[in-house]
Nanobody, 120 residues
């Protein structure tokens, strides 16, 4: 089993910054992709940013240049630094982590979600 614990959400004014963290634990042999998704009320869950095991990143067009995804392999943690936040960034943010367990089974797990609200 894999457990993901997210933190760092909150209320911020337009133009402000937040950093989200997602720490993974469990019987993990190897990570593959780690990413962040978001879901606004009444909308589908969409990819925000993703980072591969080799450090290759990709971003949604709407966040390019403002958000940065990174990972700390020693801490099994993925981060999302969000700058220049706008009201349209308001959503519940979920981390998603994939990889292989020590049992050799592949996994893909979701965090519990953290609310990000951008409002004056």
């Amino acid at each position: 089993q894999v457990q993901l614990v997210e933190s760092g959400g909150g209320l911020v004014q337009p133009g402000g910054s937040l950093r989200l963290s997602c720490a993974a634990s469990g019987s993990i042999f190897r990570f593959s992709n780690m990413g962040w998704y978001r879901q606004a009320p009444g909308k589908q869950r969409d990819l925000v940013a993703r980072i591969t095991n080799g450090g290759i990143t990709n971003y949604a067009t709407s966040v390019k240049g403002r958000f940065t995804i990174s990972r700390d392999s020693a801490k099994n943690t993925v981060y999302l630094q969000m700058n220049s936040l706008q009201p349209e960034d308001t959503a519940v943010y979920y981390c998603n982590v994939g990889g292989t367990l020590i049992t050799t089974h592949d996994f893909s797990s979701w965090g519990q979600g953290t609310q990000v609200t951008v409002s004056s």
